[in-house]
DNA sequence: TATGAATGAGAATTCATTCAT
DNA sequence: AATGAATGAATTCTCATTCAT
């Protein structure tokens, strides 16, 4: 779960305020003073604690990393076989973007954040730095099955990989746009024919 | 391929001059001068056609919306078995975004704009539609191989497939991010996976 | 005398709203808003024009000093003895801080300028390259008046001209401060002195 | 010499804490915090000494006014000729402004705080009649001298004198804008010619 | 139809000042 | 007396949009 800290300083606070106003109203339409208003602090103290609404934002950004990448870790941590590891991040990572569509919605936020702002290359750095750890980290779960011996040994781990951290981040899109979508329904059906392949006959 | 109209009206023009620009500096830091500039014309003849930035903005959407839908929907028409149509369809899409990095980025700004912006809804609605539509494609696909015996029928069609269609979409993304990622690579890793099943012994 | 132009364009407009609205209230507590009042015109326009606020102070700054080193040069340019240009220099130039002593104040705020200010430096070299044309032009007469024989040849021609520059200039100075000043009942008598000596024994 | 007092309280600290930061950065672009933190004390021990950021400033006025004053009246005291009073009086405000270009560049600022600050009629009365000071002390010696028989009897004392304060002003001002100047040798060539007439022939 | 000069709403940011501790 | 976290008034500047030509 994504929890407030127990004890937030007022930093975290106004991260917290600002994850709450950026992820409804989105990055543009939320003005500083709404963020402060909400952390029921004045505007200028926002700027005692970060230099400009894009550091703050980056702030919210790295937040939102922290704890999201935490659970994963935490999840593939558990020993395991490489495919039920496989199987328990497709379902926790759906399960996160389910519990907290509002939060993910940030995501677009944070990519768009690359296209022109100030902050441009700040966010792209970032960003290019967290998919390679989460693809790195889907990638040595299947090369350890494939020398395990669970996992067919005729695959590319890292492309396989890059398209799974894919499926959850693109998941994470339609389920925006659109409530209807249960991605932990979808996530079980992907992990059952990715796992054991769509295809009658293996080929 | 995404080429230019033959003989474009100046409505495409604009369109055309505002999906370079927007590609390029992202929809917040363009502005509409930068467009009536690069389609040669005067600012006020960009109001002739379109009631705002954001309008324009949309018409780029639904313009590249119907060049790539087009190129995908060409290619599952062609008639083979459903593990060659999905095959394909990864195939193609991984071209695209291969291609066409830049325009790919402007999805990006496509999301953001259902955030906060005035065509929030607008956005929102095209963009659950558009989803709706691909999903739609695949998991006809797979249905369809499902009932000719070529795909396991022990899967649910509709998650499968929104989750292929999810994974295109986040390899654009960590493709924007990291110019090192080979999209077409990755996808024939993941369909080979996918098909035959990850697991050495089918589940 | 300072006249504003005859058929002034735009930018001249907003360049002497300003020299009036800066010479009144002052740099800092003047309002870019306040110009464009005054001008009659939006506050966005005067950003067509100038790109800060500061870069029209410039401009202000630029079209004072060459109203006013047109007529000190147009005084000095007249034949005479160097005794007689002399004190036409001074006395012009006593004449339009007498008729202009709300322009001058603006000299207050040119040389705040700088320090401190983002045009700083911009500022400081305009300067020092007009005290040091300024001085240039007292040093020539002098030289020229020693050359001919009609002033003592002991003198150091620089030196003597900065002075003069820096007694107009302070006497300024006073005359903003002091309404009851008469600069050119001053610079008259100043003139005396300094060109038949202050002792009774010449040394 | 301005030097610091020997024991200063902690109001003479921030006094001179005040005048280092004023002078080098100028009355703007300082902040009450970059006082404190030189002075070493608590941005709101500031306000436990002075009312306002102007009226420490309005302070720093004072005290320079004093050490500067104290130094031209002490010379002045000395007995001597009018001339040789004058011409000590010329070189020792030269000296003070060779020594001292940093803190006199605070002159700019001071006069500029008489344009549309909330002291304006502070600094503008303290101006005006520091000002009449200078000159009616200047004065005085020119009216011994004129009275002993060592300077001419003809000449306005008065306009004289003015003449003469501004010019040490004004050479203080081009001294800011070029380091080249050399102002005790330009004040010795303008005593020169001032007290023993520029012209070959009295007139 | 095409234009671009003019506009002004709107938001980020700064920093002198306050005041609870 | 000393502090510095908190405040919010105040102002610059941007840029989408309008409209007279």
Chains 1, 2, 3, 4 share one sequence.
């Not at 989105?26 to 602090?41: L, N």
């Not at 990572?93 to 993910?104: K, M, Q, W």
Request: hydrophobic share 50%; aromatic share 10%; with cysteine.
């Amino acid at each position: 779960m994504i929890v407030a800290t127990a004890v937030p300083g007022k930093r975290q606070l106004l991260v917290e305020a600002a994850a709450e106003v950026f992820s409804t109203h989105g990055f543009t339409a939320t003005r500083v003073s709404d963020i402060a208003a909400t952390a029921g602090v004045g505007k200028g103290t926002v700027y005692e604690y970060f230099a400009s609404k894009e550091e703050l934002f980056f702030a919210v950004f790295e937040w939102i990393d922290g704890q999201i990448r935490q659970q994963v870790e935490l999840t593939i941590a558990r020993p395991a076989c490489a495919c039920d590891q496989l199987r328990a991040a497709l379902a926790v990572s759906a399960g996160i973007v389910s519990e907290h569509r509002g939060l993910f919605s940030m995501n677009l936020d944070f990519w768009a954040a690359s296209r022109g702002s100030a902050f441009e290359s700040r966010f792209t750095d970032a960003c290019r730095t967290l998919y390679a750890r989460y693809r790195q980290l889907v990638a040595d779960v299947i090369r350890r099955g494939q020398a395990e011996g669970d996992l067919r040994g005729d695959i590319d781990a890292a492309g396989v990989a890059a398209l799974i951290v894919s499926a959850l981040d693109g998941l994470a899109v339609q389920c925006w746009f659109d409530d209807a979508m249960d991605p932990v329904a979808a996530v079980d059906s992907f992990a059952t024919a990715l796992l054991g392949g769509l295809c009658r006959e293996p080929r």
